[in-house]
């Protein structure tokens, strides 16, 4: 098991900027794949980035390319989310998950946090 702590959402205006992180503790994550969700209310859950431990390759979803990041500090176990340019329909809960390694599916996951862009 992977324990996973969400931090950093709140109220932002549109253009504005937030950092998520994600600490994780447990079973070793050296080769797992964290990733971050996020799900609008009414909406379906969706992908939103994703960062490898393995090599620190990274993957965005095509609509917050060139505004978010997603990036890990291997020393304190977690992966950040710096999210930039936010605009309204950025607004969900987001979720960090980890997955056992590339390609296998996300297992344990965090609690949320809420992220809120006003326009």
């Known amino acids: 098991q992977v324990q996973l702590v969400e931090s950093g959402g709140g109220l932002v205006q549109a253009g504005g900027s937030l950092r998520l992180s994600c600490a994780a503790s447990?079973?070793?994550?050296?080769?797992?794949?964290m990733g971050w969700f996020r799900q609008a209310p009414g909406k379906e859950r969706e992908f939103v980035a994703s960062?490898?431990?393995?090599?620190?390759?990274?993957y965005l979803r095509y609509s917050v390319k060139g505004r978010f990041t997603i990036s890990g500090d291997n020393a304190k176990n977690t992966v950040y989310l710096q999210m930039n340019s936010l605009k309204p329909e950025d607004t969900a809960v987001y979720y960090c998950?980890?997955?056992?390694?590339?390609?296998?599916?996300?297992?344990?996951w965090g609690q949320g946090t809420q992220v809120t862009v006003s326009s």
């Open positions: 998950a980890v997955a056992p390694s590339r390609g296998r599916e996300y297992d344990n």
């Open positions: 447990g079973r070793s994550i050296s080769r797992a794949t």
């Open positions: 960062f490898s431990w393995s090599d620190g390759s990274t």
